[in-house]
């Protein structure tokens, strides 16, 4: 990294643009200085943070597609989807 820097500073802007970023935001030099940074905070408060995901996503049926809702006996759910003719995707696309 720093030799590129030295010989091209185009291609390291190139190449190393988010690095650069990642090392400004955290207000360090070195990458070492960002992995003892980083280190120490996960030393420092070691519970796992699960993210807030998305909720489930809704699938539609959108008109003239050949798809429908089925359920089994136990209540559960899925989207059927079937294959459309020729024919039927040209009209679809139209």
């Known amino acids: 990294m720093n030799q590129l820097k030295k010989e ?10 988010l690095w650069d970023k990642c090392l400004s935001d955290n207000k360090v030099k070195t990458c070492e200085d960002l ?7 996960i030393l420092a408060n070691p519970d796992r943070k ?3 995901g998305n909720a ?5 049926i959108v008109d003239g597609s050949k798809a429908r809702v089925t359920q089994d006996s ?7 989807h079937f294959r459309l003719s020729n024919q039927e995707r040209k009209s679809r696309v139209a």
Not at 8 to 17: A, S, T
Not at 56 to 60: N, Q
């Open 35 to 41: 992995y003892k940074k980083v280190h120490a905070s």
């Open 56 to 60: 489930k996503p809704v699938r539609k």
């Open 74 to 80: 136990k209540g559960r759910k899925w989207l059927r």
């Open 50 to 52: 699960k993210k807030a």
């Open 8 to 17: 091209d500073q185009e291609k390291y802007k190139r190449q190393f643009r």
